[in-house]
């Protein structure tokens, strides 16, 4: 590991623990943990409304789609739909009595279905930078639309 990506990552750590941090000490607010003015919770509403979505958003405006790297998504997304249908597959033949229709389905997308934002995000940029984070944005912009298409066939073709 080169020092620039030790760097970086250190970077992001002590982000993390200032988080923490802040959150300890109750600055964000006051209420029991659950409530609306508990600090995790503002910290985390913070990232998931005002943060991640105008990173994504200043990120997507600069992405060039002619240039998409097509061979990288392929090694993603074909490795992934081949597992998610494996694993519907599976979890059909061995459906218990009793048990609803769409829980193979519902068990395949849990097992397919990647937390690529929240952690992967702040990951890609940090230690790849600007690169990095347009192949991330590539993966997250497709993943959802791809994975959940054909998961939401699955289930209506169980259901029919």
């Given amino acids: 590991m080169t020092w620039a990506i030790a760097a970086k990552l250190l970077a992001i750590l002590v982000a993390v623990g200032i988080g923490w941090a802040v959150g300890r000490m109750r600055w964000l607010g006051g209420g029991p943990a659950g409530s609306d003015t508990d600090p995790a919770r503002v910290l985390a509403n913070a990232a998931f409304y005002i943060f991640v979505p105008a990173l994504l958003f200043r990120t997507t405006a600069r992405l060039d789609t002619a240039s998409l790297p097509w061979a990288f998504l392929l090694a993603f997304f074909v490795p992934v739909l081949v597992l998610i249908a494996g694993l519907y597959a599976f979890y059909r ?31 890609a940029a940090g230690v790849f930078g600007e690169q990095g984070l347009a192949l991330h944005i590539a993966v997250v912009s ?16 169980d259901l029919a």
Avoid: D, M, Y
Avoid at 95 to 122: C, D, E, R, W
Avoid at 142 to 157: G, M, N, Q
């Fill in 93 to 123: 033949w061995r459906a218990q009595p009793g048990q609803p229709v769409v829980a193979p389905s519902v068990k395949a997308i849990t097992a397919g279905f990647g937390n690529t934002l929240q952690v992967g995000l702040p990951v």
């Fill in 142 to 157: 497709l993943h959802a639309l791809s994975i959940l298409t054909l998961l939401t066939a699955i289930v209506e073709l």
